[in-house]
DNA sequence: CGAGTTATCTTCGAAATCGAAGGAAGTGAC
DNA sequence: GTCACTTCCTTCGATTTCGAAGATAACTCG
């Protein structure tokens, strides 16, 4: 069972207000909303009525009534996510106030190209959704987070490294072949910005940096995902001062990438015999204080923190967020802090916070299903 | 006669469409709103009949019947604004479409502090009110560009360089005891991007890049100015790429403005035996094929794009613009592109535009109107 | 030059939104 | 406990806003 949510204007407002944890009372709604508290008890009914809110229970007072809580209601539909990585893909189902119901990882090359791709992410969202989620509550979107660049007018694929096949590839056209509901297509590190944003609900302006196998970082600005022309967010191919030079894969020396990505670390343990397979392994080397990880991981993060000083000077960002199996290694923070502050204009670092993501390893989905609402909510 | 404008809500949107040209019909109006085009009918009357807008001839067919054109009316208002430098000030009238009335510029000592500077600016804006504006014309609102940073939430001047007695004093108070009119203060490259933006209305995102004494940027995000916690657009102190070191007047080493503002090329050429005075001078020898300045100029323009390389990746714009009294010696520009489009990603750079600043040597007055009239009409 | 097309603007009944007033359900002081 | 006060939510008449239909005015093309 999909279908689209029968919601126009000022509807969907108070809805996304609802599934945010913005309001959670309908006194919360007509502040948040500007509409009059007459107005907003009506459309609330209206929105009970057709089973998309419930009320439930009573919230804490304020010094007078207590509020009657609202929520969504849980029959008022899922969502379906996934977050494509290069050997894997994560994926969970969401309920419409961005809760995760269920998440699951499985195997999935994504050099096998888009068709069978994305064909296996579908099959695995039926699976679930059969197992986990009654057949009276309908599906309401679909989103997936791609390992490259985004175009946002079109939602293909635009030039993506190490993804065979996918160049130019239609995949919200695909996908709507098999749903005919709202879909959302968004570069990971974009999402993983985005499901970061609800935990910093008071910080209008984030950056947030991945520190994986590559070098990610998403943008929020005014509380919204700033997507640019499509690619912005970029950080990993900005040249850093060094004093050999080392060609990127994206052809320019001297990329931060090339120095300060999990992939240039595993490389250059390697150089020192120490072999690992992933990131995460980086981070137990450092955990287990061996110098030669420590010192790499210490660089990597004076660098990427180098880099951040432009765009702290230049973006004046309330909170710098760092994830990414990486950031789990505590000297990358630390020396990310240390050439910040020390570089930085004063006024830039007054309030600034840089801080280790808070949303965890389903930040991706979290982010795909705060998108995956808007749009859902924002149509017609 | 000094008042507010008598506008709430939509009624201020509405004057706001045709204040910055957006709308020059009702029709228009009806398009942008959102509103009815009968409910945008009946708010237009009650605007003429207030004196604000005015219909004047008709304007151009679209196929069918033509348009009533709508003005603000003359009788609206005026905005002062002024645009302070080291060694002068630059001030004007603005009708409330943002239209220049008149502009001068007359010198005026910043290190006389604030007290004696604002309150010059405000005599200059009494004789001009007295000289241009009819009396029964009302002031709507004063404002000014300060060269340095101005918090935003207290609007102070905080920490500037160059400006002794300034820091921490409140400008916009000390205004408010003269004027009980909404009041603007701002950084300078901040209101020079502003007035920019008008002049690429179908572009959301911006970069100005002020050339001049020093550099500026201010930055423009879906349309409007990004302040951030109020140092965003600052990259005069990035650290450039360099074999020697020069430290900044910042006390870091090789910063952006130490090699590349008019300044720093003041003093090179002076090594070389070359005495100018003002930026502007070096434009004239660079024109005059004097080597060593198109030496130094082309240099500049190199760094600066080397560091526009990491912006553009980052924030990924529409366009960037470049202007300042050294953005009119041609191999600056030429020299930015060229780093830019070395060095950034293709995806980037697909739609980008580098281009000169287009609004002249007005651009911080204009600015100071745009963002002056939106303050203006959009209380309570 | 007249007929069809396109666009602008107004009219008027229907629908939505508002806001003042009041009831409901709490908190805190005495 | 009682009383004053605060907050939450609803009721209901007044107002605003909408939208379909029509009038007006221009353009285009055979």
Known sequence: MNERLPVQGAHGDLL?????????????????????????????EELIDAGLLAEEGSGTSRGGRRPRRLRLSPTAGVLAVADLGAHHVRLGLLDLSGT?????????????????????????????????????????????????????????????????GWNDFPVADHLATRYDLPILVENDANLMAAGEARWWPDHE????????????????????????????????HVRVRSDSSVICACGHPDCLEAYASGAALTAA???????????????????????????????????????????????????????????????LLTSIRAA???????????DLEIAPARAGRDAALLGAGSLLLEAALTQS
């Open 16 to 44: 996304r207000l609802v599934a945010t944890g913005k309001a959670e009372s309908r006194a919360d709604l007509a502040r948040l909303s500007g509409l009059a508290a007459s107005s907003v008890s009506l459309r609330v």
């Open 340 to 350: 910040v502050w020390e570089r930085c204009l004063p006024l830039a670092t007054r």
């Open 100 to 164: 995760p119901l269920v998440v699951e990882e499985r195997p999935c090359e994504i050099a096998d190209g888009p068709q069978t791709t994305l064909g296996r992410i579908a099959d695995a969202f039926d699976e679930l959704l059969a197992e986990h989620v009654p057949p009276a509550v309908p599906l309401r979107g679909v989103g997936t987070g791609i390992p490259g660049p985004v175009d946002p007018a079109t939602l293909r694929v635009v030039t993506p490294s190490r993804m065979p």
């Open 205 to 236: 302006n984030l950056m947030v940096v991945k520190a994986g196998t590559g070098i990610g970082c998403g943008v929020i600005v005014n509380g919204r995902l700033h997507r640019g022309r499509g690619a912005a967010g970029d950080i990993s």
């Open 269 to 331: 343990l390697a150089e020192s015999g120490i072999e690992v397979s992933r990131p995460a392994d980086i981070v137990g080397l450092v955990n287990d204080a061996v110098p030669e990880a420590t010192s790499l991981v210490r660089n990597a993060g004076r660098r990427i923190g180098e880099v951040l000083t432009v765009l702290v000077n230049f973006f004046n960002p309330d909170v710098v967020a760092v994830g990414g199996s990486l950031s789990a290694a505590e000297p």
